[in-house]
């Protein structure tokens, strides 16, 4: 099983609200990702679990809130989201080996912020 | 500060053709370099992984090869399809899980 999946595939969600996006892979990978990818953009690392020791990139707003309550469940947690905030969030897995990691990402959850 | 770049940005062949896709990379500390492929409005799927000690990978119809000294890679796509239309992303890995992406070229392969 080579597959990472996520849930939702699309949310549309309004200023307010708080929803969750999951991330889920089997592979025994220690290390889990979340990137935010506007249209026609690179995707840009938001946070890295790698064996349950989060990293954040700092400029990302404290309305996204990463969880790992497992290896091999990543959430995303969103909060009063902005508009702005619409893009494609991507979720990768790999493992943890000097250097010699493949990413393996996920389809996506496609988020439109109202 | 890493930074990846991607020429042409967009690139349009007919079908049958061989192509070169460009990336350039200004720190050659990398640990790898990695070619991936991606569909509109889909995830991304790993095409190539070169490690900073390799000087090229094959996979089928592709071909990509690293040098790390000028900072340059480039992804070789022979006899193209209309399948292969994408848009293909390289990315270094810095270490400290930063994976510096660059925008990608997006292809069009016309039957």
């Known amino acids: 099983d080579t597959e990472v999946t996520q849930t939702p595939k699309h949310l549309v969600m309004g200023m307010t609200n708080k929803k969750s996006l999951k991330c889920e892979q089997h592979m025994g990978h220690r290390a889990m990702y979340w990137y935010k990818q506007k249209a026609k953009k690179p995707p840009e690392l938001m946070f890295v679990y790698s064996y349950e020791k989060l990293s954040i990139n700092e400029s990302v707003p404290s309305r996204f809130s990463p969880e790992c309550p497992n290896s091999s469940l990543l959430n995303l947690h969103l909060h009063a989201l902005q508009p702005e905030d619409s893009a494609l969030y991507l979720c990768a897995s790999s493992q943890v080996s000097g250097g010699q990691e493949t990413q393996y990402f996920g389809p996506g959850t496609r988020l439109l912020v109202l | 500060k890493q930074e990846v770049t991607q020429i042409p940005a967009a690139l349009s062949v007919p079908e049958g053709e061989n192509l070169v896709l460009n990336c350039s990379f200004t720190d050659s500390a990398i640990y790898n370099l990695q070619w991936f492929r991606q569909d509109p409005g889909k995830g991304l799927t790993s095409l190539l992984l070169?490690?900073?000690?390799?000087r090229e990978q094959t996979s089928g119809r592709l071909n990509a090869s690293l040098d790390k000294s000028s900072g340059r890679s480039t992804l070789y796509i022979a006899a193209s399809q209309p399948g292969d239309s994408a848009t293909y992303l390289c990315a270094v890995d810095t270490g400290g899980f930063k994976t510096i992406f660059g925008a990608g070229t997006r292809l069009f392969v016309k039957a």
């Open positions: 070169i490690q900073s000690s390799q």
